[in-house]
């Protein structure tokens, strides 16, 4: 019985690996993908072993009840972890990435200086597609606070807005977007953008 104890407050643990990795993963900026996968695989094993132990004790005639109820409230636990999705507490730990790594007049800075001299026209290709080419980012690196920014950012500008994102079609993208004015919408997706001053938002896409 010890052991199903045991092997419960494990799967309680993972349960609670599970929901704080993603928002740590947003707080550093990265994709952990290993880790992303280990609480919910220990949470399933945690499942196994509890369920066989039920099995087993239904022969025995030994803790029937609460060897059921140890399986029963570890599968309520696995079941828990599809309940709140990753993505949105990923974009909860970016956003605070985001709100942390750079003052707003640094992120503005930023936007400003790659509105000014980002050579490429507005609208000529999607923003996931395109490259920071060299001679923008050492402008950026020497008259900005981009250096402070982790694992090579992209940007996207144009006169409305400028984008900084990073991720790809396996990962999906991370975007912070300053717009040139105040109380524009950012845009409307499957995850709401999230505001860090009036005219910085985040956002996160699947794609």
Not at 17 to 25: F, G, Q, R, S, W
Not at 29 to 51: I, Y
Not at 103 to 113: G, L, Q, V
Request: net charge neutral.
């Amino acid at each position: 019985m010890k052991s199903n104890i045991a092997w419960t407050l494990i799967a309680l643990a993972a349960f609670g690996a599970d929901k704080v990795m993603p928002y740590l993963e947003g707080r550093s900026n990265a994709w952990w993908a290993t880790a992303d996968l280990l609480p919910l695989l220990l949470l399933l094993a945690c499942c196994v072993f509890l369920l066989s132990s039920a099995i087993r004790s239904l022969f025995s005639k030994r803790h029937q009840v609460a060897k059921s109820l140890l399986f029963i409230a570890s599968m309520l636990l696995l079941g828990a972890c599809f309940l709140v999705l990753p993505a949105e507490t990923f974009h909860r730990g970016f956003t605070e990435y985001a709100r942390t790594v750079l003052t707003a007049d640094e992120w503005r800075a930023i936007a400003r200086y790659a509105r000014d001299h980002q050579k490429t026209p507005a609208n000529t290709e999607s923003s996931s597609s395109q490259e920071l080419n060299p001679e923008l980012r050492e402008g950026l690196e020497s008259a900005t606070s981009f250096r402070k920014l982790n694992h090579s950012p992209r940007i996207f500008a144009d006169s409305e807005q400028a984008e900084i994102y990073w991720g790809g079609a396996l990962t999906g993208h991370r975007v912070v977007i300053v717009f040139a004015h105040k109380g524009v919408l950012p845009p409307q997706g499957r995850y709401p953008a999230t505001f860090i001053a009036e005219d910085i938002a985040t956002y996160i896409t699947e794609d």
